[in-house]
């Protein structure tokens, strides 16, 4: 008989009795503690799949590991695929209380956490015991091997988990460019249209990429579009209305300096090129369409910098 590949050796998620691959599923069905659930849920690592993996993936595993920990530990996972759901009864009632802790501690970079009620008692502080309390609750009600009724509600809160946690990254990113211009002297608009719209966009273009390959150009052309007009609508809309009922009601671009009228000018003027070529060439794009998009965006990314540097200036 010919012995199973990698390929086809079953994988354990290594939680449940259920979950073990055939070959290594116990003979007699047993329960497993929850101290033992606990910390088979806690461990990113799978050491079948170690073993198999290369020296150069085990080592950029070894630097993932520290951010799965935090994740696994304040991000509830709800999975449908799974018959148990997913359900991690010491686990989740862990999530209780640190999926709220996260929530109020990442929001303003900590500010609602630290304030104080009437003084004297940390928000923090009530966040932890309420949380303490519902998890206890849920602990005692509950069971290992049955998720309860009301086990959708985690998945709600790993959203919100989720979010917090992008807004944090999202805030520090923010920091470090600010960082960045104070030591090069850079203004807030040129890391914008540099670092700032490099990360925002390097994830759109390859799954754009990805769904032109496997044949779904259209797709991926709406996508490019789509994604530009639900940032400016909705992120511009959304962030100036949140600036104008936090700070103040008047939120000024200071469309004084050229810089400004440059990226105005080269968005439409790029739009306008779009509009006009494309039905063109009855929406039937060849390279020469792509080979000009990106020419047009190396021009304009060079008059950016150099009128940024004073090279090119009004007089």
Request: contains cysteine; hydrophobic residues 45%.
């Amino acid at each position: 008989p010919e012995m199973p590949t990698d390929a086809e050796e079953p994988e354990s998620s290594g939680t449940g009795s259920g979950d073990y691959g055939e070959e290594y599923r116990p003979l007699l069905p047993s329960r497993e503690t929850s101290l033992r659930i606990l910390a088979t849920a806690l461990s990113p690592l799978d050491y079948r799949k170690w073993r198999r993996k290369p020296w150069y993936w085990c080592v950029f595993k070894v630097f993932k590991v520290p951010v799965e920990l935090v994740l696994l530990l304040s991000v509830p996972v709800v999975d449908p695929d799974k018959e148990d759901l997913n359900w991690k009864r010491p686990l989740n009632c862990l999530h209780v209380l640190t999926s709220p802790l996260l929530c109020v501690l990442t929001l303003k970079s900590g500010t609602y956490g630290l304030y104080q009620i009437q003084g004297v008692f940390p928000v923090w502080g009530l966040i932890t015991l309420v949380g303490s309390v519902l998890a206890i609750i849920i602990f005692i009600t509950t069971s290992n091997e049955e998720p309860p009724k009301y086990h959708c509600v985690f998945a709600f809160l790993g959203f919100l988990a989720s979010a917090m946690w992008i807004n944090a990254a999202a805030t520090e990113l923010v920091n470090i460019l600010r960082t960045l211009g104070i030591i090069f002297q850079l203004s807030n608009t040129v890391l914008g249209l540099t670092l700032l719209a490099w990360g925002n966009s390097i994830g759109d273009t390859f799954s754009d990429l990805t769904m032109a390959r496997q044949g779904y150009p259209r797709m991926a052309f709406s996508a490019c579009f789509g994604g530009i007009i639900f940032n400016i609508l909705v992120g511009v809309g959304l962030g100036c209305l949140l600036q104008m009922t936090s700070s103040q009601l008047v939120v000024k671009l200071e469309p004084d300096s050229l810089l400004v009228w440059i990226l105005a000018g080269a968005l439409g003027l790029s739009l306008v090129f779009s509009f006009v070529s494309v039905p063109a060439q009855c929406f039937q794009l060849g390279k020469a369409y792509g080979v000009c998009l990106i020419l047009y965006y190396l021009a304009f990314l060079c008059v950016a910098l150099l009128t940024e540097f004073r090279v090119i200036h009004l007089s």
